[in-house]
């Protein structure tokens, strides 16, 4: 028992750690590149640099949680932690290997700043709806890893 504990813990450490650095950047180091810097295309490719650790960190910390799920399963498997891991490591991947590629191959075919295309430019509009797809698989590796913390510290609280 001590030792399922013990795991548990470092789950929470883990998924704590990676939730804050996601919310820090989503909620402070975004917004304040595009506050600061003197054009949007300059944050942009900022943040496009900075993503992809978090997006690996994410699928890697998914991919543990589900890992020490399985690996501990004798010794009271959760559902729940297991299946979130796996959603955080799949939205991660979907939006590091699927949503960003796309993004940089539309930038390099705009050759430019995206605000000098006309709103109704179809490269700005797909653009717009890929960022959105970024922002949504990021989210929802977000809110899986919530649902695993309070999972896991529900966990300890009801062992200790």
């Known amino acids: 028992m001590a030792r399922r504990i013990n795991i548990v813990v470092i ?4 998924l704590a750690l990676w939730l804050g650095a996601a919310l820090f950047f989503a909620a402070a180091v975004a917004p304040a590149l595009f506050a600061a810097l003197p054009t949007r295309t300059l944050a942009g490719v900022v943040v496009g640099r900075l993503l992809p650790s978090l997006l690996f960190a ?3 910390v998914g991919a543990f949680v589900a890992a020490l799920e399985l690996l501990t399963s004798g010794a009271g498997w959760n559902r729940l932690r297991f299946g979130s891991g796996v959603v955080i490591a799949g939205a991660c991947a979907v939006a590091q290997f699927g949503v960003m590629p796309r993004i ?3 930038r390099a075919a705009i050759a430019g700043p995206l605000e000098s295309l006309s709103p109704d430019d179809p490269r700005r509009i797909e653009f717009g709806r890929l960022h959105g797809w970024s922002v949504a698989w990021l989210g929802l590796a977000m809110l899986a890893a919530v649902v695993a913390l309070v999972a896991s510290a529900r ?3 009801s062992r200790s």
């Open 58 to 60: 994410g699928l890697t």
């Open 104 to 106: 940089e191959r539309l």
């Open 11 to 14: 789950e929470v450490a883990v």
């Open 155 to 157: 966990t300890l609280q």
